[in-house]
């Protein structure tokens, strides 16, 4: 805190502290809704694999674009302000994601709740920070806000949970669409919570820092716009390949963008990043494990919710109960993790942490994934010693890797190398569900394409409609049937066929369901092992890189104590 801060006189301390608290869990909560309920959405939208992606991955690209001009915007023109907006924002994201009908519009959802939470986590942090200008005192609330944000991850998939287990109204018939699906009141729980954020910050305190700060505007649009067009061509790849030609131009752009970008802070005064840090070898490094790191934890999360969730149809309390195994120790941890990092070496933290997510994720490609535990699967309950360990994992790495990053270059670039540290972090979090799409349902859909051939041939459908058929990829047929028979046969009828030529082949279809759909989960959970696999080679490539970067450059400095322990508090996703 090199800076003169201004504290407003107005205002209740007591209610600054609520308020601050409330909304940093309400951000984590509604942050890790998503990721517990992939696999409902899939059953929920009937959405293909790209719009699955989408949903998962827009709210992390909502915090992650914006998130270095949050806290400089709330210097700049007051963090109550910004408070108020964040606050206000998540009640628009939440009650559009509880009344979403489409995978568009929940898409859409997410990114206002991503935009929400981005503003909230620093502001809320930023604003207790603010009135607690002792730096013992403000270690206490700091960590006390760092609890209330791992209590948002720990309650957010029980929330899940319990609402789609009580508040879910089935269908008439067995495998109806339901009456009124019960995950949304989570969602209208959040929106309330946020209600209550925006109600307590009336009476919270103000403050800014607004010397000497200018805004980025170039760098940060042209970061925002490339980042964005690369995760469109990422996801959009995942249903029509890399091959498709808006892929390729939206790759083709976002790289100019970020080519840009890197030319414009190269020049400016005040830079959203600055570059010249990673001329610091260890700091490299440390921004590699970051991205590698995070993206392995999301991608086996990703994963889970997906294999768990939607291959294997378990319940969505299962899926929240092995969410508070992964969420969980990052919580019960706090106390344990700030000990170690001030006592040992903190790059020795993060290569035990990188190393237990490792073996979590190579554990958990050992599974036999895809088919429903009913039919002879596997237990939902196998998956929780692998994930407890990637929980302990994770708890020992997210805040372990700002430290290490704060204690590899001078005391006065700490600010800067934490705010780099947590963008790259958190866009490691963005790419696991991306990343991990493309992986699972490509390979997936290539391993798919064989036997539904065989299928469909058996069944007498002619060339022509098995050729068309063979380009539905295999979430298509697990998550929207009705669908792809409603498509295939008005294609049909429109191509000129008769229609009892067409009704046969809709039952030969409707006989050959269960084959069908049984390869195409098998299919599916092939790709999701070796997403489990690849995510245990990045985990364990960056407990090897961690090796790298030398004990004194990573050993905690005393002028960075209070710098570490602020932005060690951000200890979840």
Not at 341 to 369: C, E, K, N
């Amino acid at each position: 805190m090199s800076q003169t801060i201004k504290v407003s006189s107005r205002g209740s301390v007591r209610a600054t502290f609520v308020a601050a608290y409330s909304a940093v869990a309400l951000a984590q909560i509604t942050n890790a809704l998503p990721g517990a309920l992939s696999g409902t959405f899939a059953a929920e939208f009937h959405t293909s694999g790209a719009g699955l992606t989408w949903i998962a991955g827009m709210f992390l690209m909502g915090i992650v674009v914006f998130e270095l001009s949050w806290g400089l915007l709330g210097d700049l023109f007051g963090r109550k302000k910004l408070l108020y907006a964040g606050a206000a924002l998540s009640v628009v994201g939440s009650v559009m994601a509880a009344l979403a009908p489409t995978t568009e519009m929940m898409i859409f959802a997410q990114a206002v709740g991503g935009i929400a939470a981005g503003i909230l986590f620093p502001i809320s942090l930023s604003m207790i920070a603010a009135i607690t200008p002792d730096h013992r005192a403000r270690a206490r609330v700091i960590a006390t806000w760092a609890g209330f944000l791992s209590l948002g991850a720990v309650i957010s998939p029980v929330l899940a949970g319990l609402t789609a287990q009580l508040f879910t109204v089935p269908g008439a018939a067995p495998g109806a669409p339901n009456v009124f699906s019960g995950w949304r009141v989570a969602y209208l729980v959040a929106a309330g919570v946020a209600v209550v954020v925006l109600l307590v910050a009336l009476r919270a305190k103000d403050s800014a820092a607004a010397k000497g700060r200018k805004l980025d505007l170039p760098g940060q649009f042209t970061l925002a716009l490339g980042l964005i067009a690369v995760l469109f061509a990422t996801v959009q790849a995942v249903d029509a390949g890399f091959g498709a030609w808006d892929v390729i131009v939206s790759y083709v752009v976002g790289g100019l963008l970020l080519i840009v970008f890197v030319v414009i802070e190269t020049r400016t005064k005040e830079p959203l990043i600055h570059l010249s840090l990673f001329k610091n070898s260890a700091y490299s490094i440390t921004g590699v494990v970051a991205v590698t790191g995070m993206f392995a934890f999301l991608a086996i999360c990703f994963s889970t919710s997906v294999a768990v969730g939607g291959l294997a149809l378990a319940e969505t309390w299962k899926v929240g109960v092995l969410f508070v195994f992964i969420q969980g120790p990052a919580f019960a941890f706090i106390p344990v993790v700030g000990w170690l990092i001030h006592r040992v070496a903190p790059r020795w933290v993060l290569t035990s942490g990188f190393a237990l997510m490792a073996v979590s994720g190579y554990w958990l490609s050992t599974f036999s994934l895809g088919t429903p535990e009913a039919f002879g699967g596997t237990p939902w309950t196998a998956f929780i010693p692998p994930l407890l360990l990637l929980g302990i994992g994770f708890a020992l790495t997210v805040g372990s890797v700002t430290s290490v990053a704060i204690n590899t270059v001078p005391p006065q670039h700490i600010g800067m190398a934490s705010a780099t540290t947590n963008l790259l972090r958190d866009l490691g979090f963005a790419l696991g569900p991306v990343i991990g799409s493309v992986i699972a349902f490509g390979i997936g859909a290539s391993i798919f394409a064989a036997p539904l051939g065989g299928i469909l041939g058996e069944a007498g459908l002619p060339a022509q409609a098995v050729a068309g058929l063979s380009q539905v990829p295999p979430l298509g047929y697990l998550s929207g049937w009705d669908g792809v028979i409603a498509q295939f046969s008005g294609q049909a009828l429109a191509g000129g066929a008769p229609a009892p030529a067409v009704d046969g082949m809709v039952q030969a279809l409707t006989a050959a369901q269960q084959q069908i759909q049984g390869v195409a989960g098998a299919s599916l959970g092939q790709g999701f092992q070796m997403v489990y696999l690849v995510a245990a080679i990045a985990a364990a490539a960056s407990a090897i890189l961690t090796l790298f970067i030398s004990a004194r450059s990573s050993a905690p400095a005393p002028e960075a104590v209070a710098e570490a322990t602020e932005e060690n508090a951000e200890v979840a996703v």
